[in-house]
């Protein structure tokens, strides 16, 4: 099966220091969409297979990136936050 990767998102899942006066959400992280020479990029994926971006080869330099913004309020909610990647793709034929 081909899945074309389209977008990866983080969502907060984990925030044990967040409190109503620190809060800790999605916001806080924005993710740098993977990028690729030649646009989307299709991976042949097996029924029941987890693999890594870089088992298939795509280069660190390439893969998607989180970062916590820098912020003029007190991020001490996000401390020890755990932030589980999402990627949406799209479905298309076999090879």
């Known amino acids: 099966m081909m899945v074309h990767a389209t977008a990866t998102t983080a969502t907060v899942v984990k925030a044990p ?3 109503e006066q620190f ?3 999605a916001a806080n992280f924005p993710v740098t969409q993977w990028a690729h020479e030649r646009g989307s ?3 042949t994926v097996g029924a029941d297979t987890t693999i890594t971006l ?3 080869g795509v280069p660190e330099t390439w893969q998607p990136r989180v970062r916590m913004l820098e912020i003029t309020v007190d991020q001490d909610g ?3 936050a755990e932030l589980p990647l ?3 793709g799209i ?5």
């Open 17 to 19: 220091d967040a409190t």
């Open 23 to 25: 809060l800790c959400t």
């Open 41 to 43: 990029r299709g991976f």
């Open 54 to 56: 870089s088992g298939f």
């Open 78 to 80: 996000c401390t020890g």
């Open 86 to 88: 999402f990627y949406r």
């Open 91 to 95: 479905v298309g034929g076999t090879r």
